[in-house]
């Protein structure tokens, strides 16, 4: 759903900003872009709110993200678009990534590399098969490191994985975004921000199969010899009223990171939290609560930008006998091969149910950027 921007000078009249002296311990000591995407205000290292409303709760994270998602309304943020290790909120952009790609019925039988992933695992063997259906399960709800790297393979590959994967990111517009492991394993290099993993939480949450995963409390896993039941690590999907899920995670360099949506009255607030280095459930429950309060009645701090369209793929496309030479590949196409840890910004607007390229978006300063990454 696409809403009207906010004018920029609306915004700047009718939010708080409380710079930081210095780069958050974990994030680049490089400052942030003043163009950032989803709007200027969003370039802060420091906590962004509207006047006229009390602040979110206090949390230790050290960065966080409010946003409803339907409008995309940022509602409130913290250092959102700084880059941290993800940990296993990656596995959003592995699921939003491979659902598209793999049948759920195709069996598969994990490598002995699979098997071995280090990290949380659902406990695959080499010896049993599964179904991709029931990997995606074991990805989402057990946050398996096994299941992401048997996934990778049924998707041809890690390296192909990685290629996808960093594709959709771009395709997202997540430019804080460097994956280096379907499971969100550290790796040098990896990274994502507040405000990218909103975005794929966001695009994930309109995929049935996706909001399907995220929101299962329990189920059935097949073993080599019976079936055993597998949970979700998601505390909030046992106690707070109206959660959807998405996915937590947790590694000693990333320290603690989480995604939530929950739904009330037919709204979403999301909710992302990164390098948090306690138990930050309450904390959590507390910026959702916020989160609905504030809905409809403060002046959003920016937005959550839309998808670009999606690029054909050149495999898969079959061309006609023609007398004229080929065209050029097209500038997207070329650049959605390539990821790199530079943050780009693809000048994009949204208008009505068409899309405009090349337009501005004066509300919230969404133009190319560069940004050397920040980890």
Known sequence: MWTKPVPATALLAAVTLTALA???????ADPASANPVGGDLLGSRGLVVPEGVKPPPKTKATSFLIAEAETGHVLAAKDPHGRYLPASTLKTLTALTLIPKLDRNQAIKPSRNAVNQEGSAVGLSTKATYKVHDLFRALMMSSGNDAAMALAEANGGLAKTMRDMNAEAK???????VAKTPSGLDKPGQSSSAYDL?????????????RRYISTKTAKFPAPKKWYEI???NKLLWRYKGMLGVKNGWTSKAHGSFVGAASRDGRTIIVTIMRHEGYFWEEVEDLLDWGFSARGKVTPVGQLVDPLPAQPDPAQQVTAPSSQPPAAAPLLDSAAAKQTDTSRTVGLAVIGGGLLFGAV??????????????L
């Open 361 to 374: 978006w004066l509300g919230f300063g969404i133009r190319r950027r560069r940004n050397k990454a920040r």
């Open 171 to 177: 395709r997202l517009q997540a430019n804080d975004t």
């Open 231 to 233: 949970s979700n690590h």
């Open 22 to 28: 210095g780069a958050p311990a974990g994030a680049s």
């Open 198 to 210: 909103t975005l794929i939480a966001r695009a994930g949450l309109a995929n049935p199969d996706f």
